[in-house]
């Protein structure tokens, strides 16, 4: 008996009515935008000639690409009333200038008359000397010392300005607050430790109280805590009474204050034990702590008696670079200023929080990121300027979006859980973002009847945004500029030379 080998035939089926999406796009293109910008019009159309006069009016007179911005992030919060507004553009566009002009709309048009700005420390007086040279009548505090409670004090108490006026917080400044300890009794209770079968073992041990009313403490789960396990970096308060239990301490302070001026003046780069002594000789521990503290120019720029530059400029840079980052304070009140503007300020003193560095303010647990926050529950609105808006993950949007328009975050779903905004932060990644899983499958040990396998899921972050994402919470509160949109004659020539280094025999 024989049997024939069966032969399968392929038959490819075309249809004409098919079109790739390139054709696609091409034959229904324009149809298609049209109709979305239909469904969705944009929220600024046109320039206001009212605004357009007061751009003309003012020192510096933007160029026609940041003048159109301007005007933009004024429509998205002077006519919108939308509670942020992001304006995002390259190093060089000249974000600085384009965010002080939209304050000085605000101020012409009755909208605004404070703007408080959190600067990076080494920029605020670049900061107060682009206002002066911008808007006329402006008045700028400067605050970014030691002396910055006492400034917030003074301002409190001053008369209004008949003008625009302008706060400049250095954000490291900000951020700095007071140091703190946990403050509680101990009661000795009797517990039973175990029983060895002829009677119970007791021990007397020591249990955390309130120093108020005396009522024990107890953690989440219910428990008495002993005082080694008590949590010295949570600010807990009495369930019964709610009083504190932790209470301020001042940290220990060198009287020697050129002893701590030299310690300081060591963690800058180029500058050891040597060049510090010769600093302090020079100048004294009075005018290179104000440096420090306040002005890090006045640092980078001192002179020496034949009237040449202490530091080189490479020693400045690095120097300059280092104190971006690095504050110091003597003898500084220990109070958070943003926590002190937050709870002896009315709401609404400072109408416009500028936020520049915005991106900086993304991390969840950064305490700058949390004073920020602060701030902005203190305001009437924010604007925010950046040139890195997103980081390649949801969640880096999802803080600065919550700090700075937390009603419209709310609405959308997201909240605090248990006082915690992780499950709301995973929430927006999940549904805007990328969220990986990770399934590990392992085979564990022969039980008595089956084998078993363990299986264990994590997740993890992952860069991406979804369009949906950048539709509603990217495009509707943000201005893009880009560097090559000035056109030409704005910025100066540039060209690159190439130069050939011949290689030594080593």
């Given at each position: 008996m024989s049997s024939q080998p069966q032969q399968e035939t392929m038959v490819e089926t075309t249809c004409d009515n098919v079109l790739s999406l390139h054709s696609f796009i091409d034959q229904f293109g324009e149809g298609l935008?049209?109709?979305?910008e239909a469904a969705h019009p944009a929220r600024y159309q046109s320039p206001s000639e009212a605004r357009t006069r007061i751009l003309q009016s003012l020192k510096r007179t933007p160029f026609e690409v940041q003048a159109e911005a301007i005007q933009a992030i004024s429509t998205l919060l002077l006519d919108e009333h939308a509670p942020a507004g992001i304006l995002n553009g390259e190093m060089g566009v000249g974000k600085t200038m384009m965010g002080i002009a939209a304050t000085a709309?605000?101020?012409?048009?009755?909208?605004?008359?404070?703007f408080l700005v959190l600067s990076p420390p080494h920029l605020v007086y670049k900061w107060r000397r682009e206002i002066l040279d911008t808007v006329p009548d402006a008045k700028v505090w400067v605050l970014n010392g030691p002396d910055t409670l006492l400034s917030l004090l003074k301002l409190r108490e001053a008369a209004k300005?008949?003008?625009?006026?302008?706060?400049v917080l250095g954000r490291v400044r900000m951020r700095m607050g007071y140091h703190w300890q946990p403050a509680y009794q101990t009661k000795t209770l009797k517990r039973t430790l175990g029983h060895d079968g002829l009677r119970a073992q007791t021990a007397l041990l020591k249990f955390v109280c309130c120093p108020d009313c005396g009522q024990l403490v107890k953690d989440e789960e219910g428990e008495l805590i002993a005082p080694s396990h008590f949590p010295v970096d949570q600010q807990l308060r009495c369930a019964h009474c709610h009083s504190a239990l932790w209470t301020l301490k001042r940290q220990r302070q060198d009287d020697n204050l050129t002893k701590t001026v030299s310690r300081a003046l060591q963690t800058l780069p180029?500058?050891?034990?040597?060049?510090?002594?010769?600093?302090?000789?020079?100048?004294?521990?009075?005018?290179?702590a104000k440096a420090l503290t306040d002005n890090i120019y006045e640092l980078v720029n001192l002179l020496d008696a034949e009237g040449e530059f202490v530091f080189n400029e490479r020693?400045?840079?690095r120097i300059e670079r280092k104190l971006a980052k690095t504050q110091f304070a003597f003898g500084q009140g220990d109070y958070q200023a943003s926590e002190f503007i937050k709870r002896y300020f009315p709401y609404g003193f400072f109408d416009w929080l500028v936020i520049d560095e915005a991106h900086e303010y993304k991390n969840s647990g950064a305490a700058q990121g949390q004073a920020m926050q602060v701030l902005a529950s203190s305001v009437k609105q924010c604007l925010l300027l950046t040139g890195t808006l997103m980081g390649g993950y949801a969640e880096d949007l999802f803080y600065l979006l919550w700090r700075t328009m937390p009603s419209i975050m709310m609405n959308d779903g997201y909240r605090y859980h248990r006082g915690k905004l992780g499950s709301a932060a995973l929430a927006f990644s999940q549904e805007h973002g990328i969220i990986k899983e990770i399934m590990k499958?392992?085979?564990?040990?022969?039980?008595?009847?089956?084998?078993?396998?363990n299986v264990r899921v994590s997740q993890t972050r992952a860069p991406?945004?979804?369009?949906?994402?950048?539709?509603?919470?990217?495009l509707p509160y943000t201005v893009f500029v880009k560097l090559k949109e000035m056109g030409e004659g704005v910025l100066p020539d540039y060209q690159e030379h190439f130069i050939e280094v011949e290689m030594d025999s080593e």
């Open positions: 935008l049209s109709n979305i709309i605000a101020y012409h048009e009755g909208k605004a008359q404070r300005h008949d003008g625009p006026e302008y706060v180029t500058i050891g034990k040597v060049t510090a002594g010769r600093l302090l000789d020079g100048f004294g521990e009075r005018v290179l020693q400045a840079e499958v392992t085979d564990e040990a022969n039980h008595k009847t089956a084998k078993g396998k991406g945004f979804g369009p949906l994402g950048v539709a509603k919470y990217v």
